[in-house]
């Protein structure tokens, strides 16, 4: 006698499509315990959290176990029995949902502490490469020939005002300083040296010597005084036959 396959109740078909249908169940409201010993091992961490805080009635003895099981999963085996050895010592009982919550915000806590550490260290070493790098002058001071050669005051106040800092301003300054001594000393030796100098040529006749004093020559003209102004000719000293 062949034997016969017993067709699936009509409770295990509805056990079976809710199981299969996890994702959309809201809530276990009005579900005997004994079912929901079937149904809710088959529920995921998210599945499982949902389904709970939407419940009205306390279903905690069917998913105490289930807390404990996602508990280890989540922060190892060794922390489990080091809750599971603290409750005994002390006596006291708690769920494992309220545990894995407790944990689970510690644990978000510590990391949120050890991310700002390694942000205010990552600061730090950026500010300390920063400092140690060569900082460009991007400003340029203005290639003026008249400031450098006794120039007007105008090029020396524009040079002061496009300069922030202090040091780049004072160095300006005295090279400005400098360079208008220099040329009042250049104005007051050439005014000197130009002065014409009276001299007398061998034939007795008065001579006016100039001499001039540029910056990497001296010239010195000598010219007659007298009323024609031409140059002193030269005797004829042939002897006569």
Excluded at 72 to 85: P, R, S, T, Y
Excluded at 167 to 185: P, Y
Excluded at 220 to 234: A, M, S, W, Y
Aim: charged share 30%.
């Amino acid at each position: 006698m062949e034997f016969e396959r017993k067709p699936p109740s009509l409770l295990e078909l509805c056990v079976r499509n809710v199981i299969d249908n996890l994702r959309y169940v809201d809530n276990m409201d009005g579900v005997e315990m004994q079912l929901l010993k079937r149904i809710m091992p088959h529920c995921t961490l998210e599945q499982l959290t949902r389904i709970e805080s939407r419940t009205d009635m306390d279903i905690s003895p069917v998913t105490d176990v289930l807390w404990k099981r996602f508990y280890q999963q989540q922060f190892g085996e060794d922390n489990m029995n080091l809750v599971v050895k603290k409750m005994k010592q002390s006596g006291a009982r708690y769920k494992w949902k309220d545990l894995f919550k407790a944990k689970t915000e510690k644990q978000k806590e510590v990391e949120e502490v050890m991310g700002e550490r390694l942000r205010k260290k990552y600061q730090a070493q950026k500010a300390e490469r920063e400092s140690k790098q060569i900082k460009i002058c991007t400003k340029v001071p203005p290639s003026s020939k008249r400031s450098w050669f006794g120039g007007s005051g105008g090029s020396s106040s524009l040079s002061n005002s496009s300069y922030k800092s202090p040091i780049l301003k004072k160095a300006r300054m005295e090279v400005d300083s400098r360079a208008k001594m220099q040329a009042t000393i250049q104005r007051n030796t050439f005014a000197r040296s130009s002065q014409p100098t009276r001299m007398t040529s061998p034939n007795g006749q008065p001579l006016r010597s100039t001499t001039i004093h540029r910056p990497n020559s001296t010239i010195t003209i000598t010219k007659p005084t007298g009323g024609l102004n031409r140059p002193v000719q030269k005797q004829n000293t042939r002897p006569k036959f």
